[in-house]
């Protein structure tokens, strides 16, 4: 009774603290009262829901309201200062960006959170507990995405004129829940109520047109006609930069239908899906990301998102351009490049090439020689991988069906292309069938999109010095031996604002005094300034209760998300990315499955002397990616078991951590210890998650693939735990592999016949574990190589567990690695491609 007593009481204080503060528009306040002012005036006059009510909800989307006002007037005076000074511009398309809450980003870019903090407790609530009301936007899966966000911060912070272009999906990838049977997968719900960071532009809408038919003129000239039209409609999410005036765009596009293509007569009728049927098309586009492509119709619309991604913004890229010549001045093609860079990133906006080249022959008048000479002058290319399945391939007859002009484009490119080889490089014609970009075997004939984007683009990078070597030396060599300045190397960097300065506040604060500036947040290679203090006994015990800070609040957060209570102390050993075979997620289990066989085997008395372990495992299975799904089962099976065994459950914890994104990302990383970065060797284009690790003062355990190389260079190697295949061993091991030559570790045996024997329940791995048998075959064979790599692999974790134990040397360790991460921040990267790709300048907004 006493306890609801004070609870009302404090309620009712909460709304006589409320009623203090004036309802007033401060758009631009500085004063953490006037903040106050502004937040109760948008929930007042910006109502989102009925009135008098102001729980944390409410008080979230009055407070985003509240900073999107500030936001917007620097957005103006952005976009303003781009539009008199007409600088050359950079826009980024990607199908993916995996943005994260923008509310804790925008107030630490503006540099604004103690006094929003200020304003909210006057309001009766606290600034963290508002944080946490935000939705993930769902707009991205894994890597590729987060690594286009941390660009666009970069690119703001560095005050670069540059936009991104993106999808505005309504459900994203998923969100994933854990039930017994495993991951069940629903649709995500950040825009079932409304996004306040969002802006819609009714006056930004432009056509993209499906299927329909190419016109022949008497002149020559050709037309795209027919079909159906959707209307792409602009919404755009502000991107401030740290502690500056510029804010850059990302433009998101949704697709929407106009009433006269909503046929009454047909509704009237009682013909209800009839008459709306392209309303219901329109809405399919931009439903979610990656929809399954089993199916004619799934690769139809996965063609459609592409396609309306690359229309929609290139039409709005080329409307700029025109805009700023002005209604008096002729419009010169030719210097469309001086004024316009477009990148590519990865393959899914390959149709910006053909686009871009219809757009200014056919809308523009163009010539194809001038037209072509603009396209590879304008459009650069980002390779994320080399695994055979990422590198698209579309069927000509599904590409004829959807985008008729196009396909014409294409063969047009690919014939000249022909022509060229034959006549400057005769020594690759035998070569030429692997080299052309339509590929016409008669079985299923289709367009190659990665050799679309080399053979038209005027830049081509990787994105790890390993990844862009492997390029240069397999993927893409004849490519080379032709256009040797083509290629480049731009390592993945991560923004050092998200991932260190606004997620780890404790370690921030460490780091700002010891090197007595906050410089580092914008010049991370001052990071290296920290290596002379790493043995100073202060700064260590003042790092390791950092650290234990952010341990303590992640255990609060698994207990809160898995029901598993897991103990500070131990050690905290994470892999999070997306599943799939390639990154091993099934040898870290093995691992496990292994480790808990032993402690099993073992007296109390040896137990008590192994270092304490928690296992953390999270990430998503593509929906109808059968093994990662079962890797997904068999960790949560083995959690299941492990973490109700009284024996040993003091010693070891296996716990999957549910739905993935970018908020949980910044739960888990600032609370790790070690983490795994374990894929087969070659396979990991860069990676990015293990930079966010390293640079948070956590050791990785990995093999030398992607960035891991480089991070192990600029850590140090006694810094970094190495296992495994190298990348030029693995062709090898593979062919022996096949020719049954290989002999499995007993350690590795072992722990599959534990699995095999039921220890974990009675679902049937044999499907999962068969994958890792036999010398070749289809799901068979061990492709990549978990067994080869198992001892190398289990004799690091052994070293790990003796460097925990010696505390001092473990914090010295993790200082070193942190102060080894200055080379992977995203403002390096973004700074050599604008320099090195793009040849744009930095453009500030002045102070006035």
Known sequence: MAATMEANGSATAKAKISEKIPAVAHPLAEKSTEIASNIKYHAEYSPHFSPFKFELEQAYYATADSVRDRLIKQWNETYSHYHKVNPKQTYYLSMEYLQGRALTNAVGNLDVQDAYADALKQLGHALEDIVEQEKDAALGN????????????????LNLPAWGYGLRYRYGLFKQRITKAGQEEIAEDWLEKFSPWEVVRHDVVFPVRFFGQVEVHPTGSRKWVGGEVIQAVAYDVPIPGYKTKNTNSLRLWEAKACAEDFNLFQFNDGEYESAALLHSRAQQICAVLYPGDATENGKLLRLKQQFFLCSASLQDIIA?????????NEIMWSEFPSKVAVQLNDTHPTLAIPELMRLLMDNEGLGWDEAWNITTSTIAYTNHTVLPEALEKWSQAVMWKLLPRHMEIIEEIDKRFIAMIKSTRPDLEGKLPGLRVLDNNSQKAVVRMANLCVVSSHTVNGVAQLHSDILKAELFADYVSIWPGKFQNKTNGITPRRWLRFCNPELSHIITKWLKTDQWVTNLDLLANLRQFADNSDLQSEWELAKLASKQRLANYIVQVTGVSIDPNS??????????????????ILGAVYRYKKLKEMSPEDRKRTTPRTIMIGGKAFATYTNAKRIVKLVNDVGSVVNNDPEVNSCLKVVFVPNYNVSVAEMLIPGSELSQHISTAGMEASGTSNMKFALNGC????????????????????????????????PRLRKERENGLFKPDPRFEEAKQFIRSGAFGSYDYNPLLESLEGNSGYGRGDYFLVGCDFPSYMDAQERVDEAYKDRKRWIKMSILSTAGSGKFSSDRTIAQYAKEIWNINECPVPSV
């Open 142 to 157: 894994g890597g590729l995405g987060r690594l286009a966000s941390c660009f666009l911060d970069s690119m703001a912070t």
């Open 699 to 730: 050791l990785i355990i990995g093999t030398l693939d992607g960035a891991n190389v480089e991070i192990r260079e600029e850590v140090g190697e006694t810094n970094f735990f190495l296992f495994g295949a190298t990348a030029d061993e693995v």
């Open 571 to 588: 050690l905290f050993d994470i892999q999070v990315k997306r599943i799939h075979e390639y990154k091993r997620q099934l040898l870290n």
């Open 320 to 328: 700029r351009f025109k805009e700023r010549k002005g209604d008096d």
